[in-house]
């Protein structure tokens, strides 16, 4: 089957910076759009960035110019640097990839959610 696995998460204070990764492993064939999702308490999941396999990323507003999304298809990763990190970021940030393992359809899946905090 097909995992992602999410790590960088942590407590970091305003103004600072973290780097989450996301390694999505198991049989698969190839892998199209990957993207960072977040769920605050109490609020609905957002979508924060979203890249392509060729590299084209999108951004949600209120991280435009903070936030960026790269990804490295050799390694089936996808990274999101956070920087200028304030509180309302604070947030479980989930990893998504949308997967096609062989003579199987293309497949949304989710990582298991790493916390970030942003408190000084």
């Given at each position: ?26 049989s698969i ?62 947030a479980v940030?989930?990893?998504n990839a ?23």
């Amino acid at each position: 089957q097909v995992q992602l696995v999410e790590s960088g998460g942590g407590l970091v204070q305003p103004g600072g910076s973290l780097r989450l990764s996301c390694a999505a492993s198991g049989s698969i064939f190839s892998i199209n759009d990957m993207g960072w999702y977040r769920q605050a308490p109490g609020k609905q999941r957002e979508l924060v960035a979203q890249i392509t396999r060729g590299g084209s990323a999108t951004y949600t507003g209120s991280v435009k110019g903070r936030f960026t999304i790269t990804r490295d298809n050799s390694k089936n990763t996808v990274y999101l640097q956070m920087n200028s990190l304030k509180p309302e970021d604070t947030a479980v940030y989930y990893c998504n990839a949308d997967i096609r393992q062989q003579w199987k359809a293309l497949t949304g899946y989710w990582g298991q959610g790493t916390q970030v905090t942003v408190s000084s």
